[in-house]
């Protein structure tokens, strides 16, 4: 156990301080930068929920999974589906007016069904590592959006590559956060209630994260990771445990996939492609697998700075140049792939490596073990 | 080792062998470990052909023979990492046919694996920590950690580095540290000396022959075979998968077969 209260303590302030400064954030970025940013750092945060759930997969049982974004989308959908009147086209007698669901009851069902989509990853993958498993899970990946984009015949169910529109915002106690909402005589636009419900959203896989890691569970994962025979030979049940890392991961996914159904009000399978499985591994590993803070930090550098390019580099050439020379979304590639291949060379176990942290807290703990 | 009183089975009554180990189970027999007719196989080869072989309480036997014979694959399936095409093993007189290997370690079964098999990126105490994993009692892991921070000193001082960091022989060290976290019966050692400094290999078979007189029932499994033998009260020498000569220690290191094959005449 480490002294959390010695390293709270000495950290208080700090902690304080970040804390207000997230908490002002969407009126500070609005305020600064407008409100199309609120809504590209909301959706950082959906982000970092993925980045962080997929970390549970390869950061920590070290399972290579490149078909993540799929409990995504099955998160996604589940919304997208009892959500929204989608469902009267599929079984009109059934459903007149759509299933129409509230968030709060779909949201734990959406994060089993994504956990149980992890477990039926699992099975046939308990005995695949490294390379083969990657190719597996990118294959899952496809099927899952292959299905998407299929599934409206014979009978509609996904509406196809068109998607799923007027999906149900969510509501807290009753209140839309898809209006602008005066609270104790503040007035909070739609992305800013959105921003603060997936703060919370994302504090909570943060701290669940927290736990699992320094937990008994954490530990059998990471030594499946280092060598799964010596693992075994530990007495731990390494099939179960990979299981349980998978379905923990797509929970994960799953609720994050939930929320962006409801946030961006519209699904479409083109949402749920491989680039955005690269992206998110991507994201965790330039921050640093296996550490949960890099993980944060590789989110969102990774969610925030292609914004950041689409909104400077035009101006910039048009100062520079007087016109525009290079397209923003090739420039965003090109600079990308140059930065991962920066960071692999000079920091390969990523901006915000796992054991940096682990040495400064070494002290606090060994004087609990002995 | 120096400091004999640090030994945790010295002290601790509950990781000596407990009362029943010693009333027979099955076929009547006195043995620990009882393998009767083994066979493993890797998809159609069979690297371990139909071998019996026993290990009685306390007692240190050794398993010999040159590269590819099948001992590795023995300790495996033992420890439950392999299924066995034939044959039955028996523990403390029950059947393993059916325990999982997770399940063999929680009765005292441990395995230190070939190639040490530590955990690189976790630290030394979380390696032992891991050791513990089959068991819940809390108080009494943190003084078995304790004890092993006596037993092997070196430890102490690298206890919040990587395991992956030690010297080959710190990590030898670890691994049968961790090993004896689980507070077993039968400690299984598969190569112990495999790459490493001859002052090390003294070193290790020090501590091994140190537990094996606490009472610990081990079964040793080397390509070393002078040095087993030296340690070992009885032998099992392999072949090709079959066990082709066994008895006393002193019997094997004498027998002019054993000279031949692994002593260098």
Known sequence: ?370 | MSNGTSFPWKRESSLLEKPRAQVGGLNGAQHLLDVKGLQVGYGGIHAVKCIDLHVAPGELVALIGSNGAGKTTTLKSLAGLLAPAAGQIYYDGKSLHAVPAHRRVSMGIALVPEGRGVFARLSVAENLLMGAYSRCDQAEINNDLARMYDLFPRLVERRNQLAGTLSGGEQQMLAMARALMSRPRLLMLDEPSMGLAPLMVKKIFETIQDVALQGMSILLVEQNARLALQVASRGYVMESGAITLSGKSSELLGSDAVQRAYLGG
């Open chain 1, 1 to 370: 156990m480490i002294n959390y209260h010695k390293y709270l303590n000495n950290n208080r302030f700090i902690l304080f301080v970040v804390l207000v400064s997230v908490l002002l954030l969407p009126f500070a970025t609005d305020a600064l930068l407008g409100r199309g940013w609120v809504r590209i750092v909301d959706f950082a945060m959906l982000y970092i929920m993925l980045a962080l759930g997929l970390n549970i997969v390869v950061g920590y049982a070290g399972l290579l999974d490149l078909g993540y974004i799929a409990f995504f989308a099955v998160g996604a959908y589940c919304y997208a589906l009892t959500g929204s009147p989608h469902l009267a086209a599929a079984f009109p007698l059934l459903f007149p007016d759509g299933l129409h669901l509230s968030f709060w009851i779909v949201l734990p069902l959406a994060a089993l069904l994504a956990g149980g989509f992890g477990v039926l990853l699992g099975f046939p993958t308990l005995r695949l590592r490294g390379d083969y498993l990657a190719i597996v899970t990118l294959g899952f990946g496809e099927i899952i959006r292959i299905f998407m984009n299929n599934l409206n015949a014979p009978i509609n169910l996904t509406n196809g590559p068109q998607g799923i529109s007027r999906i149900d915002p969510i509501t807290v106690a009753g209140v839309s956060l898809n209006r602008t909402q005066e609270i104790f005589g503040i007035e909070l636009p739609s992305v800013h209630l959105y921003f603060y419900l997936f703060l919370g959203f994302a504090a909570l896989v943060v701290f669940v994260s927290h736990r699992l890691e320094k937990s008994r569970i954490g530990r059998a994962w990471m030594a499946i990771r280092e060598d799964e025979i010596a693992a075994s030979a530990m007495g731990i049940n390494t099939r179960n445990l990979k299981l349980l890392a998978f379905a923990m991961g797509a929970m994960f996914g799953g609720v994050s996939g939930t929320l962006f159904a409801g946030f961006q009000g519209f699904v479409s399978p083109e949402s749920f492609s491989l680039m955005e499985s690269v992206m998110v591994l991507c994201m965790v590993v330039l921050g640093g697998m296996g550490n949960i803070y890099g993980v944060i930090l590789g989110g969102l550098m990774l969610a925030l700075l292609p914004e950041v390019l689409r909104h400077s580099v035009v101006p910039l050439q048009q100062a520079m140049f007087g016109k525009t020379i290079i397209d923003p979304e090739s420039l965003r590639m090109l600079l990308f792939g140059t930065a991962l291949i920066v960071v692999m060379l000079y920091r390969p176990a990523g901006l915000w490596p796992s054991r940096v942290r682990r040495r400064e807290l070494a002290t606090d703990e060994t004087e609990q073990i002995v």
